[in-house]
């Protein structure tokens, strides 16, 4: 079982810098693939960022590629989702998950943990 917290949402204004950071309880957590992903009002849960166990391989959505940044600390038990040049559609909840996979993956199915989400709310 792995239990993660995600901290680090909150007000920025269009063109500021978030970082989020998501802690894994236990002490497996280096064999785990991690995501970031975020859900808007009325919308449904869509992939953010991925990174592989050994932080080798990184996958990034479209929409986020060249303003995010995915990242982990294996000792720390933490990902990390830089974000800079925020736009309002950035705006949603921002959830970490973990998958006990071999490579990185990018759909919500297959992610066995999920935290309970940090709001970003970026204003124009």
């Known amino acids: 079982q792995v239990q993660l917290i995600e901290s680090g949402g909150g007000l920025v204004q269009a063109g500021g810098s978030l970082r989020l950071s998501c802690v894994a309880s236990g002490r497996t957590f280096g064999s785990y693939v991690m995501g970031w992903f975020r859900q808007a009002p009325g919308k449904e849960r869509e992939f953010v960022a991925a990174i592989s166990r050994s932080s080798i391989s990184k996958n990034y959505a479209d929409s986020v590629k060249g303003r995010f940044t995915i990242s982990r600390d294996n000792a720390k038990n933490t990902v990390y989702l830089q974000m800079n040049s925020l736009k309002p559609e950035d705006t949603a909840v921002y959830y970490c998950?973990?998958?006990?996979?071999?490579?990185?993956?990018?759909?919500?199915?297959?992610?066995?943990?999920w935290g309970q989400g940090t709001q970003v709310t970026v204003s124009s």
């Open positions: 998950a973990a998958a006990q996979r071999a490579v990185v993956v990018t759909t919500t199915s297959q992610y066995d943990y």
